[in-house]
């Protein structure tokens, strides 16, 4: 039987989403000319004022915001309400220059809470669930959002957090967890553990897992539903548009469900900004409808997935997006946190090396490596083995420091890594996603 929720939002007419669009676009268009400069001066810089907004049909018109925006207006600069009207904020997982900062007033809170109790009741959950909530908890909005839709749907919850996995296994255990939150890297990790202590999928209670944050194939959604016994559903969401819970896999597991009453997705070609057919392939933008103080409008997310709006088999009427295929830019999320390779090359060149480097990414057991290859400049060149390896080690200590994320390092011989005519291909990713 399929649980929902919010049903008559969730199983509404098309008609009916589209008037709720149409209504609350027009207002929070108002909202940002009204309390947003920095977004209202785009909109003057394009001639449109919010009378030309109308309906969701008018959304073409209206001037994107990209990550560069966000960097430029950051910390205060796209907030809509006073300060004293915010009550907490979030933040992405890089570490350096300026990270993305998303507002919350305590609607918005409640809103996107909702959003992922939608989720969990999508993948089964009930009042009578207890929910291990594994995501990181603090900036990261995994632990937050899961935690707060888990308690309105009136779970259990237990708000694990990520890591130390052996006591993840034991509250699974002991305190019999039917539904599991996390990134799908590590949900892999817990169940390689659990046969490791001789546990199999009959000796937990696990029912359904939540996972996302990361991009993941088929093949491992398959092998965690086996080694764990469950059901694993994709869950998608970004920082900026709230947390997870933006998007949600339901029963047929066949594309994730936007919750068009609170954002409005279209598909852009990257390369010229032409919002593209259904069934198209290019970049998700979203436009937030009901925000308060963080509205976005026509985001560019920089992911790739195609949107069907066929009928699904789950009752669910909102759109659904393909799991994102990759990323328009050069961000790489391992194990669930974001990477530039500037951040590493910063390092790198901090440390007294040259920009000669490549990145290997690949995936190992479920669970996702990180090898930085970086080629000792002629002065530093050595054959002693010991000075070697307090180098890499000092560079795997900076590595950490800088991307909070443990990569392995080898020094190799100067000229060693190939030279590029053109643009330096830096990062390997031999992910088969
Ligand atoms: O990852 C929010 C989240 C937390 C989603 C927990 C799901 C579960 P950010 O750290 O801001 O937010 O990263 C957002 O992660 O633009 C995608 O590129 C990627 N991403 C998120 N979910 C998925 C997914 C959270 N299910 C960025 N599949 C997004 C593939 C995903 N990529």
Redesign the pocket.
């Known amino acids: 039987m399929e649980r929902y929720f919010q049903e008559d939002i969730e199983c509404a007419s098309r008609e009916k989403i589209k008037a709720i669009q149409d209504e609350r676009l027009v207002n929070q268009v108002r909202h940002v000319w009204e309390n947003v400069p920095y977004y209202r001066k785009k909109m003057e810089e394009k001639g449109i004022t919010p009378e030309d907004i109308k309906s969701s049909d008018d959304l073409y018109k209206l001037p994107f915001l990209s990550k560069a925006d966000l960097r430029e207006a950051y910390p205060y600069g796209l907030v809509g309400v006073p300060l004293k009207d915010c009550v907490r904020i979030q933040s992405?997982?890089g570490t350096t220059g300026k990270r993305?900062v998303a507002f919350y007033t305590q609607k918005d809170i409640d809103l996107w809470e909702e959003c992922c109790a939608r989720a969990i009741m999508a993948a089964g959950g009930t009042n009578e669930d207890v929910c291990q909530v594994s995501?990181g908890y603090g900036l990261?909005?995994?632990g937050p959002?899961?935690n707060g839709g888990s308690h309105k749907v009136g779970c259990l919850t237990i708000p694990t957090s990520s890591g130390n996995t052996d006591r993840q296994i034991m509250f699974i255990m002991d305190l019999q967890a039917t539904i599991l939150c996390c990134?799908p890297s590590y949900a892999a990790y817990i169940g390689e553990r659990m046969k490791e202590l001789g546990y199999g999928p009959d000796d937990i209670p696990l029912k359904a897992g939540i996972?996302?944050?990361?991009?993941?194939s088929e093949e491992m959604r398959c092998d965690i539903e086996n080694t764990l016994g469950i059901k694993a559903y994709?869950?998608?969401?970004?920082?900026?548009l709230s947390?997870?819970?933006?998007s949600f896999e339901c029963s047929a597991q066949a594309g994730?469900h936007i919750n068009e009453d609170h954002f409005i997705a279209e598909i852009i070609d990257p390369d010229t900004g032409e919002v593209l057919p259904e069934g198209t392939q290019g970049e998700l933008v979203f436009t937030s409808v009901d925000k308060e103080a963080f509205p976005l409008i026509r985001y560019r997310?920089?992911?790739i997935c195609t949107l069907t709006r066929e009928k699904c088999s789950c009752g669910r009427t909102h759109v659904r997006m393909t799991?994102?295929k990759g990323?328009t830019d050069d961000?790489l999320?391992i194990r669930?946190v974001?990477v530039f390779p500037s951040q590493i090359e910063t390092v790198l060149l901090n440390h007294g090396y040259a920009a000669n480097y490549q990145i290997i990414v690949d995936r190992v057991n479920n669970t996702d490596t990180l090898d930085v290859q970086v080629e000792m400049t002629p002065e530093m060149f050595t054959d002693n083995i010991g000075e070697i390896e307090t180098r890499q080690k000092e560079l795997v200590d900076g590595l950490k420091a800088m991307l909070g994320l443990k990569a392995k390092v080898s020094l190799v011989a100067p000229k060693s890594i190939t030279r590029s005519e053109g643009k330096a291909v830096r990062v390997i990713d031999k992910r088969k996603i």
């Open positions: 992405t997982s993305v995501y990261f909005t995994g959002g899961l990134t996972f996302g944050a990361e991009a993941w994709d869950i998608y969401g970004l920082t900026e947390g997870p819970g933006v994730m997310t920089r992911d799991k994102p990323r961000m999320i669930g974001n």
